[in-house]
């Protein structure tokens, strides 16, 4: 398949992101039961989507957006480093990615539900981009 080739995924990251499913977050689990389906607007998501070499928490695939919810172990100087340099090569391949904290969002779950809808619009306003991977 054409788009496999331009963004092979191997078999353990694809392993390892369906078994992150089953391990959700209370956070991650309560964003999933509020956009899975397109609950939210009508947008599609996806959960745990391996985008090579990554794993992302939250995809929708029609405005490249990314949702990140993160945890303690996001807090610490080498993991915040980690994250920065990978929202800066998921940004390379046009995706967007937006960061909640697993504390943020059980605290107030409606400020992302209404800050994601608001993101994807924007984005769905941009011409398209021309990426170099496609979403699997």
Known sequence: MEQEKRNPVSDRLRDFAKDQRSLATRAEALF???VRAGRLSGHKFKRQVPITPYIVDFLCPSAR???ELDGKPHETVERCA???SRDAWLRGQAFEIMRFSNETFLGNPQLALDTVPAAIEQRSALPPPNPERPIQ
């Open 82 to 84: 980690r994250d920065a």
């Open 32 to 34: 999933w039961s509020q």
């Open 65 to 67: 957006l990314i949702v």
